[in-house]
């Protein structure tokens, strides 16, 4: 007997697709279940990486490990490549150690594949600063509460500053890669959109400089953007609007589906004042276009709620979002739709989550094909807090590969 998501699932196919032509078989998403493919990756505990599918293996790319430090944001950066064969079960490592990829280490970049080669788009690094509210705790004044910092504790003497990049790079087997451009004229920036319709690879949406709960209010304000560009190449770039209709954001979950770019969610700040009971600068809106100028709104506020660091991917003809990060708590919750208007959600919550502790965001997922039909993975994540006064904070990183697929029969 099918259940009542499922048929739920089935007629918002057919009422959303009467007039495009659907390939993809129906999918019971509602029967779906969590795995843990592996614990203790090789590639070690990150957040901000990049997964992507190249001729039946998985490429895992770049990324940030929180370092054991008293100052906001302190990471190791990456430049590395690691290859699996068996859907992330094991780990190769393709670039690594002192032999990185020729790309400048990064986190909350893109990575996608087009015409058999992986693109890696944008980004950004590391680096520190003198910290200007050293001054005012000497002084005897309190930095803004969002930024977690003991007035009674040492003052961190530094805070991490950022490149952003908008650079483009493209290997057709991970090893070997070469910079199609060092300057896009897209303005560098990280936490950017980028998704391959048709013959063109769009890159939309992102921001720059780092956001004030992190660098400090006297820090360069941080800059969302709207705009979205196109290329068929990687280094001839057309701009198709510097105005969407969707709010700037960063951190929004985009897919490619029926020919069109699919836009979910986002943020435009990671925090809100005064703190806790304010609302956060998230978005929960669903937007489609089929071309990157032309936008329409699918739904102005999706049942699930406002989020960044989520993901969304395409299970047969259904969209699939999950994780993402909540100022007061992760959300624990799975939400499927065939058309981005009508949502159900799936009983189980991500990673089998018993608490909103367990949630993580800025990890990275695939939908994959497999013999037992289409399954997602996903790969890495993080769980901090805003709570920089936490020792263990930077412990809260993941390592692991799940699977959300349907049970074995």
């Known amino acids: 007997m099918r259940s009542a998501l499922a048929v739920l699932s089935m007629l918002l196919v057919a009422g959303a697709c009467s007039s ?5 078989p129906a999918v019971d998403v509602a029967s779906y279940r969590w795995t843990l493919t592996v614990d203790d990756a090789p590639w070690g505990g990150r957040a901000g990486l990049r997964v992507v599918e190249l001729d039946g293996s998985l490429f895992l790319l770049g990324g940030r490990t929180p370092r054991e430090s ?43 594949v087009k015409d058999g080669a992986v693109f890696v788009l944008g980004g950004q690094d590391f680096g520190l600063q003198p910290n200007p509210f050293c001054a005012l705790l000497e002084q005897g004044l ?87 560009w196109r290329s068929t190449d990687g280094v001839e770039w057309e701009l198709m609007t510097d105005d969407a209709p969707w709010e700037p954001r960063a951190g929004a979950s985009v897919v490619a ?13 990671f925090t809100c004042e005064p703190t806790p009971g304010c609302e956060p600068p998230y978005f929960n809106d669903v937007w489609r276009s089929t071309d990157g100028a032309n936008w329409e709104e ?27 990060f909540g100022l007061e708590e992760n959300p624990m919750d799975v939400w499927f739709s065939a058309d981005g208007m009508q949502w159900a959600e799936l009983a189980a919550p991500p990673w089998n989550a018993a608490t909103s502790d367990d949630i993580r965001y800025d990890f990275d997922s695939i939908a994959v094909d497999t013999e037992e039909g289409p399954i997602i993975l996903t790969f890495g994540g993080d769980r901090e807090t805003f709570d920089f006064g936490d020792p263990d904070n930077y412990l809260r990183i993941e390592d692991d590969v799940w699977r959300l697929a349907a049970p074995a029969p």
Not at 20 to 24: G, I, N, Q
Not at 257 to 269: D, K, T
Not at 310 to 324: A, K, R, S, T, Y
């Open 298 to 324: 699918v739904s102005p506020a999706a049942a699930w709620s406002p989020r960044p660091g989520h993901q969304c991917e395409v299970l047969g003809n259904d969209f699939v979002c999950f994780g993402g």
């Open 257 to 269: 589906h029926r020919g069109a770019i699919w836009l979910f969610g986002g943020e435009a700040g």
């Open 70 to 112: 008293t100052i906001p944001g302190d990471s190791d950066i990456w430049a590395d490549v690691w290859r699996s064969d068996d859907l992330g079960r094991t780990w190769d490592a393709v670039l690594a150690g002192d032999d990185p990829a020729p790309w400048p280490a990064r986190a909350y970049f893109q990575a996608v």
């Open 20 to 24: 495009e032509t659907v390939s993809a």
């Open 142 to 228: 309190e930095p803004p509460p969002s930024l977690g910092i003991d007035p009674d504790a040492p003052c961190p003497e530094f805070l991490p500053t950022s490149e952003f990049y908008n650079d483009v790079w493209s290997s057709t087997d991970g090893q070997t890669w070469e910079q199609m451009t060092g300057s896009a004229p897209w303005q560098g920036r990280a936490g950017l959109s980028a998704v391959v319709v048709d013959d063109h690879l769009y890159v939309l949406g992102g921001s720059r400089n780092d956001d004030a709960s992190i660098i400090g209010a006297d820090g360069p304000q941080r800059v969302y953007f709207n705009d979205v």
